[in-house]
């Protein structure tokens, strides 16, 4: 991962090259680096070429939803007729979720140069990156290599000779982790409470102040640059499981490993490499009892699960979870699984942005009764009831919180069942619940 | 005008609607009330409240009916057990956090809550034990109080202040259950329009000072009826208790006045249950005003018209068309001047998210009416004119000191009133007139629609309309032209009586009238009301 562990040997350092290399934050050091080739390259192309050249990669979206980058890109409209936005969601909210803080603490370069072969693709002359406001170490780190790019004409108004206007808004979130959806994140930049916004209308065709508007994670954009300096074919190769993931990913490890940390794997590595050989397997005494591969919104895994596991959206899927962000959070045999769902649940809760009835109640109530639960209290009706809401909370709100409250919930009870029913016949001890 | 229409099937009724037409709209037409709290017709759609989920053929989610637009062919179910479940889903988890305030509260038998939930809610609660959310009352402002743990966040108010009164001034503050609404520092919902957010409000989180506890709403007889504060004629109902009018309310009129009527109309209501009525004809006798029978009063009348000369009518700019009519004639045999008192307000104050909307300057509901019946409007001329006259008679007017004693210089003065007055003691004849509550009647507004309003309670005493007043004087005692004409035994004849003397309203009946009113034909079209929250895209009605 980079530092301050170098590169296990079956990673494949891509976006991590640099972790920990406090030179390539400077436009000098970046160039040094081998950085800025891709945008020049691009500047010397046209639009549809830069977005045949990323669908041909297979690069997908690494911020959760896995959408196709070069499809996404080519929903924007050929002719620009109203101002075309980009926006670099580095609102990094998920929890269990930290390398995109990685990419812009270390190689904020990277990201920028991304942002601007993006923009060039689809027409855009400014981008926005949201970062979330807890980030304000790495505020600092991209705000100075904003303006460094704009002192070397990598950002302005004559991009590297080429004519072309380039301009880069670093706009600030305020702890809101509802701001990292796309449509709220756009409400947020205008200024507006960051509600997310009924679909239809999508993006592409209205977003940003009503016009065309293209969100991309800063891991999905950090991948640009070198998608187009080593090309399409290069990145599709960087494949050990299912030929549509391609390319390098970025997982979070937290949780009860030897070494926490980012770690970039090719798609489709096995996750017991990732877990026993890179993060050195669990701690001394202990058996691993769940993961939650990708953040906290995905369903938890059992061992039996995560066995013969290959990372990548559709390995994760075909063992009942899904790839997300990345953030992999190990919880080996001292983990309560009832208090670990009652703390993502109650993070919901506060979360919840309060549009939609389903959610601003249901993770309030869903908390509730799990902090019952754990206070020795639960009823023997809850766990149905928990798994009714469940129910009446997935599929039917704006966005997709209320189900990603539900989603942990329906996994524990499904797998941990036992867990749960310990504390509702009293075979287990209550739990003091904090605050 | 040709539209683009779309084929939509709807509980297994099939429907014609404009391209663009949300479901729900589509399903009014099929006769189907698809639930819901935030959706308005008159606000744009946010799609929050997550009541309206209906089941699509071939679509793999609910969709909500609100701000989805029918497709061509589209096969839609609102009952089916899907949309059920989500519905009962949605109302319990309204309920959790809701108070059982419903015998404190004043929504109560007009809530859509209770209404949902009697209808497909749960028969019991599963939250148990746990305590419900808490947030202070809230006091908005002028006649709003914020009743926050009732609120149901469905947004309507924030949104009513935003886009219809275009100040802004609430907010959704909070996250998650904690959410409530606020009102921005050291503001006050004092907008001239910002009572419509009590009756916006489905729940009785957002209610009126003016109406707290006064009565309940099953208590209450419902009557149609129309604004007498400006020229705009806002629809409304009046409601009242017990013979006593408690409260004003707008009444639908997509044409007139949307959804909304203004603070100043919706408060002025008072005056209508005044005690200090006129309760009997009055006739001049030996120097004192005695009481006597309405035979006797109109043979009186009879012939202090029949004696002719110069006469000069003031009459009200809230008279009725029927009763301003019928007076016209009565007096056609003497060298009237026939005038209207039309009250000029402060200022206009526009709804300004709703065209031709506003609390207009004249604040009078039937000055087009006057107008279109040969009145003039120069009250002034009229007053000094009255002085030496032979006959003045007085149509529901209220004069000030100086009016009435020019006034009281003429040889005969005749008041037709509803209020005792001090002026009143030299008049030759009072008559007690019922007023806009306690008569059926019409009004002209400023864009020539003519507006039924209904008798909403009993008149008192021995009160009588004008029109009726004016009937009862034979036409052979006044004016041999008008022998012809029929006697007008009801409101519904007067009016026809009187619309066949106005080219513009000729014909008319109150059934072509209906509730809603009727623009009077041969009028300029540039002064027809246009509604243009129809028909733009999913955020529009």
């Known amino acids: 991962m980079g530092y301050p562990h170098p590169s296990h040997a079956k990673e494949q350092p891509v976006l991590s090259k640099h972790f920990g290399d406090a030179g390539s934050r400077t436009v000098e050091g970046w160039v040094k680096r081998g950085g800025y080739e891709g945008l020049k390259q691009a500047l010397g192309m046209t639009r549809d070429q830069v977005i045949e050249m990323v669908k041909a990669s297979g690069l997908r979206g690494r911020g959760g939803a896995g959408f196709p980058t070069g499809l996404k890109w080519s929903f924007m409209p050929k002719e620009v007729t109203k101002p075309h936005y980009l926006v670099c969601n580095a609102d990094e909210s998920e929890p269990g979720t930290f390398k995109d803080r990685e990419i812009i603490r270390w190689t904020p370069h990277q990201l920028i140069e991304g942002c601007a072969i993006a923009a060039h693709a689809i027409g855009a002359e400014r981008i926005y990156v949201y970062i979330r406001g807890e980030f304000t170490f790495e505020y600092k780190i991209l705000t100075a290599a904003v303006e460094d790019a704009y002192k070397n004409d990598v950002l302005g108004g004559n991009v590297f000779g080429s004519g072309r206007r380039i301009d880069v808004v670093v706009h600030r979130g305020a702890g809101a982790y509802i701001c990292g959806e796309e449509t709220a994140m756009m409400n947020s930049i205008e200024g507006k409470r960051g509600n997310p916004r009924i679909k239809p209308p999508f993006p592409a065709q209205a977003g940003l102040w009503a016009s065309p508007t293209t969100i991309n994670n800063v891991e999905t954009l950090a991948a640009v640059p070198h998608i187009l300096v080593r090309g399409a074919e290069w990145y599709k190769g960087l494949c050990l499981g299912s030929p549509k993931s391609t390319g390098t990913k970025l997982f979070s490890v937290c949780g009860h490993v030897q070494r926490p940390g980012n770690y970039e794997v090719v798609m489709g590595t096995p996750m017991r490499d990732l877990i026993y050989e890179m993060c050195g397997g669990m701690r001394p005494g202990r058996a691993l009892k769940a993961v939650i591969p990708g953040g906290s919104s995905v369903p938890i895994m059992t061992v039996a699960e995560v066995e013969d596991c290959a990372m990548d959206y559709e390995g994760i899927v075909a063992k009942g979870s899904m790839l997300g962000s990345g953030g992999m959070i190990v919880m080996d045999d001292s983990t309560d699984i009832v208090y670990q769902v009652m703390r993502l649940a109650r993070f919901y809760a506060h979360e919840s942005c309060a549009q939609c009835t389903q959610c601003r109640e249901g993770t309030a109530w869903t908390t509730k009764i799990l902090e019952r639960i754990l206070a020795g209290t639960g009823k023997a009706e809850d766990l149905a009831l928990l798994l009714d809401l469940a129910d009446n909370m997935t599929g039917k709100t704006i966005c997709v919180l209320s189900d990603s409250c539900a989603a942990p919930v329906v996994s524990a009870i499904k797998k941990f069942r036992g867990e749960f029913d310990a504390y509702l016949n009293r075979t287990k001890r209550p739990v003091m619940v904090a605050v | 005008m040709t539209k683009d229409l779309v084929n939509v099937t709807i509980d297994g009724m099939t429907v014609a609607v404009p391209k663009g037409t949300p479901i729900i709209e589509a399903a009014k037409q099929a006769g189907i009330l698809v639930p819901h709290y935030c959706y308005h017709p008159s606000l744009p759609s946010p799609a929050v409240c997550r009541m309206c989920l209906v089941e699509v053929e071939k679509a793999p989610k609910l969709v909500p009916a609100c701000v989805t637009t029918v497709v061509e062919g589209q096969v839609v179910h609102t009952d089916s057990e899907q949309a059920r479940r989500a519905r009962t889903g949605v109302l319990e988890f309204l309920l959790i956090n809701h108070p059982l305030d419903c015998p404190i509260c004043d929504q109560a038998g007009e809530c859509e809550l209770q209404d949902y939930v009697f209808q497909e809610g749960r028969s019991g609660t599963r939250y148990s034990d746990y305590a419900k959310r808490y947030n202070p009352v809230e006091d908005f402002g002028p006649d709003v109080l914020y009743v926050a743990n009732r609120c149901i966040l469905c947004t309507r108010c924030v949104r009513f ?112 249950n005044r005690g200090d009525r006129i309760e009997a004809p009055l006739v001049q006798d030996s120097g004192r005003l005695v009481a006597t029978d309405w035979d006797r009063a109109l043979d009186r009348l009879a012939g202090l018209v029949e004696k002719g000369g110069d006469a000069v009518l003031l009459a009200s700019g809230a008279a009725s068309l029927e009763s301003l009519g019928m007076m016209h004639r009565l007096l056609a045999g003497t060298r009237l001047t026939a005038v209207v008192q039309l009250p000029i307000g402060e200022s206009e104050e526009p709804l300004q998210g709703i065209p031709n909307l506003a609390l207009r300057q004249e604040r009078a509901p039937n000055g087009e009416g006057a107008r279109l019946l040969g009145y003039g409007t120069d009250w002034r001329a009229a007053v000094k004119t009255a002085s030496s006259a032979d006959l003045v008679v007085l149509l529901d007017v209220t004069l000030t000191d100086a009016e009435a004693a020019l006034v009281s210089g003429a040889a005969a003065v005749v008041v037709l009133g509803t209020v005792q007055a001090q002026e009143l003691a030299s008049a030759a004849l009072v008559l007690p007139l019922t007023n806009v509550v306690e008569e059926n009647g019409t009004f002209v507004n400023r864009d020539q629609r003519v507006q039924r309003y209904k008798q909403a309670r009993t008149a008192p005493g021995m009160s009588r309309p004008a029109w009726w007043v004016a009937a009862g004087v034979a036409p052979t005692k006044v004016a041999p032209t008008l022998a012809l004409a029929p006697t007008p035994a009801t409101a519904a004849q007067a009016f026809e009586l009187v619309c066949s003397t106005i080219p513009s309203l000729a014909g008319l009946t109150y059934a072509d009238l209906g509730l809603l009113g009727r623009i009077a034909s041969g009028m300029a079209p540039g002064l027809a009301p246009t509604h243009a929250l129809a028909q733009s895209g999913p955020g529009g009605s």
């Not at chain 2, 504060?229 to 004003?248: A, F, K, M, W």
């Open chain 2, 161 to 272: 202040m935003e886009d219809v009164a275009g100040t802004p001034v609430l907010n959704v503050s909070e996250r998650g259950d904690r959410a409530y609404i606020g009102i921005d520092e050291d503001q006050l919902l004092d907008h001239p329009w910002a009572g419509n957010v009590v009756d916006l409000c489905p729940v009785g989180s957002l209610i009126s000072k003016d109406f707290l506890h006064k009565a309940r709403a099953w208590d209450l007889d419902k009557t149609a009826s129309v604004c007498t504060g400006c020229s705009q004629g806002c629809n409304i109902t009046v409601d009242t208790r017990d013979n006593t009018v408690v409260r004003l309310r707008p009444r639908p009129n997509l044409e007139v006045n949307r959804h909304f009527m203004c603070d100043t109309g919706r408060m002025h209501y008072r005056w209508m």
